[in-house]
Structure formats: structure tokens, C-alpha cells
């Protein structure tokens, strides 16, 4: 599932602060994979709403969701070091972030599939929330 295909990218990634890349660009590089058809988000969202109505597949949803949080971290934590920054925030509000960012720009993708830029957006604002929710070290 996900969370497997996240964990195999955050442990295929090689960061090297030398290469001249900047944050956004490692992150949209190691990310961009995972951004799955678009039919798949639509089929998300409908999950969603129906998760929204029902407790118990609310509680599966959000076990889930969790689970993709503590997936990323790792990836996220690596890759700010290489930029001398850390994670200034704590871990439920940088996942919470992240996947905010992520789902409102894949939204837009739902509504206009052929058009690539609200997938390249949504990498791009994870990037930007993990950026500002870091510090320097």
C-alpha cells in the first residue's frame, strides 16, 4: 500500500547538501513518485466523505493517516538536516501540515486532471509547510 511505497522511498533517498538542490527540489524529487492517478484522490475523497459519517471507518481513516505521518517524518527530518534546519514544531502538527497541504492541491487536480500543475503545487506547498515549520539548527 502507501505507507509501504512511502517507507521504500524514504529508504531509497540519498541526501547530499553538496549537490547544490534546494529543499523544495529534494522534496518534489523524492516525492514526485508517489503522487498517485488522480482517480485515485477522487476515490480518496469519496472515502473520506464517507468516513466522515461513520466512526469506526473514521477511526480506520485516521490510523492511516497517522501511519503515513510517522512514514514521512524520517525522509523529512534527513532532509532538513541536510540543509542545516530541523523540525521546529511537533510531530502531529507537521503531519497534520503536510497532508493539509498535500490534499487541498490535489483537490484542484481532481477537478482539472489534465492540467499537471496543481500535482507540481501540491509537492511544492509540502515543501513550503515543512520549510516553515523548521528552524534552523
Do not use: C, K
Amino acid at each position: 500500500g502507501l505507507i509501504t511505497r512511502v517507507r521504500g522511498v524514504v529508504d531509497a533517498l540519498e541526501y547530499d547538501a553538496s549537490d547544490g538542490r534546494s529543499f523544495e527540489e529534494i522534496v518534489v524529487a523524492a516525492l514526485s513518485g508517489l503522487v498517485g492517478d488522480v482517480s485515485w484522490h477522487v476515490l480518496m475523497a469519496e472515502f473520506g466523505a464517507h468516513a466522515a459519517r461513520n466512526p469506526g471507518l473514521a477511526a480506520v481513516v485516521t490510523g492511516h493517516r497517522a501511519a503515513l505521518r510517522d512514514a514521512l517524518r524520517p525522509m523529512i527530518v534527513h532532509g532538513l538536516a541536510t540543509h542545516g534546519r530541523e523540525v521546529a514544531v511537533d510531530d502531529d502538527t507537521l503531519g497534520r501540515g503536510v497532508v493539509a497541504a498535500y490534499e487541498g492541491a490535489m483537490a484542484q487536480a481532481m477537478i482539472e486532471p489534465a492540467n499537471p500543475v496543481p500535482a507540481r503545487l501540491a509537492l511544492e506547498l509540502v515543501a513550503a509547510v515543512i520549510w516553515s515549520f523548521s528552524r534552523e539548527r
